[in-house]
């Protein structure tokens, strides 16, 4: 079965720093795509940055950028420069083909 | 180019009713998919429609069915309602391409009481 695990289920980070938050995933599969999405209290799912499997290469937006580790099946989100805009529950998927999965999320807190 | 639209916003339904909700993609997306988010068990893929057709189908009852228009235009229908289908119902949009990004709407709060 194909899953999405995040690990925590919240954290906190201090304005103007920098926070990671951790994802994995299982699959058999060589082909598929990464994406992490943020969901902040107006509940509007919005995609952060996505990753194709087949690049070895970080993909970065602006202050968002991951650690994609294909052989561990890792998929890590950076958030540099933290803003209070930040604040936001933060959803790593996974898809293949048409198939989208996703982990049950992390909760990130940012203090001014 | 308009977001996808889902409607209503918010809707209470007491027991054993039966509830329709709407979406409405992003122009020119033909992929349709609908999730059911709650505290408790987070993102939970119900179904996608391609092109009228149900093209992936998640863990869920009978009750749980949609379909999808010509214009793309999706429904998903919830029968016989029980006190745990309270929750978030996301819709979200694509291409219908592989591996493509998908775009949500901003969702439908069901309450059932």
């Known amino acids: 079965a194909q899953t999405v695990t995040q690990s925590q289920p919240e954290m906190s980070v201090q304005e103007a720093e920098t926070v990671t938050l951790s994802c994995t995933y299982d699959?058999?599969?060589?082909?598929?795509?990464l994406f992490w999405y943020k969901q902040p209290p107006s509940r509007q799912m919005i995609l952060v940055i996505r990753?194709?499997?087949?690049?070895?290469q970080n993909a970065t937006e602006n202050r968002f950028s991951v650690n994609f580790q294909k052989a561990a099946k890792s998929f890590s989100l950076k958030i540099s420069d933290s803003q209070l805009g930040d604040a936001a529950m933060y959803f790593c998927?996974?898809?293949?083909?048409?198939?989208?999965?996703f982990g049950a999320g992390t909760r990130l807190t940012v203090k001014p | 180019k308009a977001g996808v639209t889902q409607t209503p916003r918010y809707l209470i339904k007491t027991r054993g009713q039966q509830v329709t909700l709407s979406c409405s993609p992003i122009?020119?997306?033909?992929?349709v998919s609908w999730y059911q988010q709650t505290p408790g068990q987070g993102l939970q893929f119900l179904f996608e429609?391609?092109?009228?057709?149900?093209?992936n189908k998640g863990n869920f009852p009978g009750r749980f069915s949609g379909r999808q228009f010509s214009n793309s235009r999706s429904e998903m229908n919830v029968s016989t309602l029980e006190l745990g289908d309270s929750a978030l119902y996301l819709c979200?949009?694509?291409?219908?391409?592989?591996?493509?990004?998908?775009?949500f709407g901003q969702g439908t709060r069901l309450t059932v009481v």
């Open positions: 429609y391609f092109s009228e057709t149900q093209r």
């Open positions: 979200a949009s694509s291409s219908g391409q592989p591996n493509t990004e998908a775009f």
């Open positions: 990753q194709e499997a087949y690049k070895q």
């Open positions: 699959t058999s599969e060589s082909d598929y795509y």
């Open positions: 122009s020119g997306h033909r992929s």
């Open positions: 998927a996974y898809k293949i083909d048409n198939d989208m999965r």
